[in-house]
T-cell receptor, first 114, second 114 residues
Framework: DGGITQSPKYLFRKEGQNVTLSCEQNLNHDAMYWYRQDPGQGLRLIYYSQIVNDFQKGDIAEGYSVSREKKESFPLTVTSAQKNPTAFYLC?????????????FGPGTRLTVL | KNQVEQSPQSLIILEGKNCTLQCNYTVSPFSNLRWYKQDTGRGPVSLTIMTFSENTKSNGRYTATLDADTKQSSLHITASQLSDSASYICVVSAGREYGNKLVFGAGTILRVKS
């Protein structure tokens, strides 16, 4: 099956801990994205990567870090510096970063800080 | 400021009835507009994409309209089914000179009752 997978589906974190969310795609897409979704708000872009070994900050990058060592993988680390990390995190990919290219989304990871 | 406003916030209709969801945007310059369907706890899935020159586009029982002059779009759902219960998100893409940035609306939550 081609698609995007995210793991875990649910994640619980204690305050002060770093956690890493996994995102893998087998669509051979160049571009990958991380979004955060909060109730009553539109998706907000955290980081994006147009190509391997390159990534750019989105609108709300503070407290997050990413890496893009392989084309198919784009993990997101939520650090202890992120003040309010409880949210639904969505990973997406597209063939390129061009605007007409559809972004395909993974199933999401719900992160809860205890 | 680039914004996408959707109305209503939520809607309940009876199975078999039609409904129309609204999207107003201030994103400029405009490249294209997509409607996504997001089931609870899942990632969004694209329904339609419309560029500046397109007024109407259909995908089965979903019909999207675009008025680029008034910066308004609508999504009409015909003969609703229980499986249409979801959040519907309007997404507007700015032009290439703005990095093809996507601006997401907060979504309309639709519930179809039997």
């Amino acid at each position: 099956d081609g698609g995007i997978t995210q793991s875990p589906k649910y994640l619980f974190r204690k305050e002060g801990q770093n956690v890493t969310l996994s995102c893998e795609q087998n669509l051979n897409h160049d571009a990958m994205y991380w979004y955060r979704q909060d109730p009553g708000q539109g998706l907000r872009l955290i980081y994006y990567s147009q190509i391997v070994n390159d990534f750019q900050k989105g609108d709300i990058a503070e407290g997050y870090s990413v890496s893009r060592e392989k084309k198919e993988s784009f993990p997101l680390t939520v650090t202890s510096a992120q003040k309010n990390p409880t949210a639904f995190y969505l990973c997406a990919s597209s063939r390129t970063s061009g605007s007409l290219n559809e972004q395909f989304f993974g199933p999401g990871t719900r992160l809860t800080v205890l | 400021k680039n914004q996408v406003e959707q109305s209503p916030q939520s809607l309940i209709i009876l199975e078999g009835k039609n409904c129309t969801l609204q999207c107003n945007y201030t994103v400029s310059p405009f490249s294209n507009l997509r409607w996504y369907k997001q089931d609870t706890g899942r990632g969004p899935v694209s329904l339609t994409i419309m560029t500046f020159s397109e007024n109407t586009k259909s995908n089965g029982r979903y019909t999207a309209t675009l008025d680029a002059d008034t910066k308004q779009s609508s999504l009409h759902i015909t003969a609703s089914q229980l499986s249409d219960s979801a959040s519907y998100i309007c997404v507007v893409s700015a032009g290439r000179e703005y990095g093809n940035k996507l601006v997401f609306g907060a979504g309309t939550i639709l519930r179809v009752k039997s």
